[in-house]
């Protein structure tokens, strides 16, 4: 009798142990795909937006091209601008030919901190004091411009209703890029140099905000570059999702004539003064 009371004790044991131990492993598991999931930036998303070129070395027009990218970003509910060009002079006087008033700006995002991308802040400082910057974490010392609000920031960072600071990425130097979600379309992701590969860029964005690339615009480092590593990193920008790719600035001419002849249906030709405009509507 005593030998079965032992043994229905030591089975009760076994059991509870049993049921005690896949509690701790479902909890675990549990734990894993909460973290996996507040890991992910929830941006929210805007109707449409339209984008226009207000620096860039690609000419065209009347506009004032120089050696460097701004690229102003209207959504309904924001205007951005992200980069400012080398030239104070030539960031007001582009502005102004394209009636932007710099009034309209809500924050600007510095993608990194080469002087092709910088300088128009002191225009900036000037006509809208107090205005908010953002930079990549570890550059706010070098980039400091007395009369504006300069932010680092090291993450990922929803900044606006649908749009993203997509950080950190080293290249050198260290790079932020800017994310809006499109409705309908996915990310419009935009670049300043792509220090650290335009792919790491845009699938870094992918990743955070669990959302399908769309567009990419801005400056992909790639002059020099050979014909089949351009080759690659269009195929593997389309693998990631991205439907439109529009080289400017620091690009290179030669993925630029890649995506013209042979990746047309992918290949948004942009310059100096371009406007796009991104909705589920728009073809
Ligand atoms: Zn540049
Ligand atoms: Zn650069």
């Known amino acids: 009798m005593r030998w079965v009371r032992d043994k229905l004790k030591f089975l009760i044991i076994v059991v509870i142990s049993i049921s005690l131990l896949a509690g701790v492993f479902i909890f675990s598991i549990r734990k894993k795909e909460v973290e996996i999931e507040t890991k992910r930036v ?13 620096v860039d070395n690609y000419p065209d027009g009347e506009l004032k091209t120089a050696w460097g990218l701004s690229i102003l970003v209207k959504t309904p509910k924001n205007t951005i601008l992200f980069d400012t060009g080398p030239d104070p002079s030539i960031l007001r006087e582009n502005l102004k030919e394209l009636g932007v008033d710099p009034s309209e700006i809500d924050f600007v995002v510095i993608s990194h901190e080469h002087g ?11 006509v809208r004091p107090g205005l908010k910057v953002y930079v990549p974490k570890g550059t706010a010392e070098r980039i400091r411009i007395r009369g504006l609000d300069i932010k680092e920031v090291d993450k990922t960072t929803k900044v606006a209703e649908g749009a993203a600071i997509i950080g950190w990425l080293y290249g050198p130097p260290a790079e932020e890029a800017l994310a809006i979600n499109v409705e309908g379309r996915g990310l419009v ?22 959302i399908k690339p769309y567009l990419v615009l801005g400056g992909f480092h790639m002059i020099g570059a050979s014909e089949s590593a351009c080759k690659e990193t269009i195929k593997r920008l389309i693998e990631l999702g ?11 001419d030669r993925i630029r004539s890649i995506l013209e002849k042979e990746f047309p249906q992918n290949w948004l030709k942009c310059h100096i003064g371009s406007v796009i405009e991104v909705s589920a509507s728009t073809p």
């Open 42 to 54: 929830l941006v929210g998303s805007v109707k449409g937006l339209k984008l226009i070129i207000v």
């Open 116 to 126: 092709d991308h910088i300088n128009g802040l002191s225009y900036l400082a000037k």
């Open 189 to 210: 992701i935009l670049v300043g140099c792509s220090h650290p590969g335009v792919v790491n860029i845009v699938a870094k964005a992918k990743t955070d905000l669990g």
């Open 242 to 252: 991205v439907e439109k790719i529009a080289p400017i600035h620091c690009s290179g």
